[in-house]
């Protein structure tokens, strides 16, 4: 048999320079270890995410549904539990630690219970924010005192909370939720060796992942051939009224699409009903329309439910949202028939109109933030 060359050390050290390179220029996962049937890391290189949100002075980030301490150099679960003002025994047990354990500088400690917020406010996500200032107008209108507590904090996506299980990694749980380790560890402050312990909370930052499109080129000769245009073989007829066709079919869900006089008809009335009280910008914001108690709220076009929040007597308001960035608000409402993130058509019921002396809606459309006068997508 014979004897094949033995490689040089040129050579090999040539071939491990190429690995190394293509792991970094891909963002190769490293680990190896259960390389099985499946091992694919390409969709967690792909992830973005983004940083993790700064800490308040005492070290707390806070988000709707659960807060973390970030420890700082020299800390202890001690002297961190004693900063932030629980108990070192419970969050330390919270935690799976003992109750002296050092922490890393940039460590997470997810909190058992809610302290104080942090002096910025809860971090919530961006949409949240505008549909609540949204709303904020409507309690304004709808009667109460206007002392509705609004968010205007920090905005971010909540990123899920996963407690290790035996014999997970850095690098399973990474994989498991689509993200890089890097970025794990980063958001979690794990040490270099990436280690991880059983019962531990490690956030999972959150993705935004824009789909990407292929470009094909088209190669000579390829696809269909361009048609003459009918304009060079004969003149165009005369353009006929069948353009009016348009504001026939007051269906359409291109809201917003035009703000002149073809934007008309573009919303149904949301209750039958008068008029009593005319749009106003910065003071009504919108049209109260008379109508019996128990009436039903229709949806004034096409769209998708944002957002169902309470003025400070828990009196229901309704946001929905339209094609180009058009909203409609419906206030002074019960009986909600609708969820969040339902899709509704126009005339869909959503509500129906609180009993008062007298019962009324209260309604605004709006570009964006900014709020319009309802008649010109009414009428």
């Not at 280690?195 to 935004?208: A, D, F």
């Not at 008379?290 to 709220?297: D, F, I, K, L, P």
């Not at 209260?362 to 997508?377: C, K, M």
């Amino acid at each position: 048999m014979a004897t094949l060359p033995k490689p040089s050390l040129k050579t090999v050290l040539m071939g491990g320079s190429l690995i190394l390179l293509t792991a970094c220029e891909t963002n190769f996962d490293m680990d190896l270890r259960r390389f099985g049937g499946g091992f694919d890391t390409s969709s967690a290189a792909r992830a973005a995410t983004p940083p993790r949100p700064e800490p308040d002075g005492r070290g707390i980030i806070s988000y709707p549904n659960y807060q973390v301490a970030v420890a700082r150099r020299g800390d202890t679960v001690s002297t961190l539990a004693s900063r932030i003002g629980l108990p070192a025994a419970e969050l330390a047990r919270f935690n799976g630690l003992p109750g002296d354990a050092p922490l890393r500088d940039g460590e997470l400690v997810a909190l058992p219970r809610r302290v104080a917020e942090p002096s910025s406010g809860v971090i919530r996500p961006a949409d949240e924010i505008d549909i609540t200032t949204l709303a904020g107008d409507a309690i304004d209108r709808a009667g109460t005192d206007g002392t509705a507590r609004r968010n205007d904090g920090p905005t971010g996506e909540e990123p899920l909370r996963h407690q290790v299980a035996r014999g997970e990694t850095a690098y399973s749980i990474a994989r498991l939720n689509g993200v890089s380790v890097r970025a794990l560890a980063d958001w979690n402050g794990l040490d270099a060796a990436l280690t991880v312990r059983e019962g531990q909370y490690l956030l999972i930052p959150p993705v935004s992942e824009a789909p990407r499109r292929e470009a094909r080129v088209t190669e000579p000769g390829e696809g269909s051939p361009t048609p003459t245009p009918p304009s060079a073989a004969a003149p165009l007829p005369d353009e006929s009224p069948a353009a009016a066709a348009d504001t026939s079919a007051p269906d359409s869900p291109e809201l917003g699409e035009s703000r002149t006089s073809a934007s008309a008809a573009r919303m149904a009335m949301p209750v039958d009903g008068r008029i009593t009280r005319p749009f106003e910008k910065g003071r009504t914001d919108g049209i109260d329309i008379a109508a019996s108690a128990g009436s039903s709220v229709r949806a004034a076009a096409n769209g998708t439910v944002a957002a169902i929040t309470r003025d400070t007597d828990q009196v229901p308001i309704l946001v929905v949202r339209h094609p180009n960035n058009v909203l409609t608000v419906y206030a002074n409402i019960d009986g909600i028939a609708v969820e969040k993130g339902d899709r509704v058509k126009r005339g869909d019921k959503l509500a129906e109109v609180r009993a008062g002396s007298p019962a009324f809606l209260h309604f605004q459309v709006r570009e964006g933030t900014t709020s319009v006068d309802p008649l010109p997508y009414l009428n």
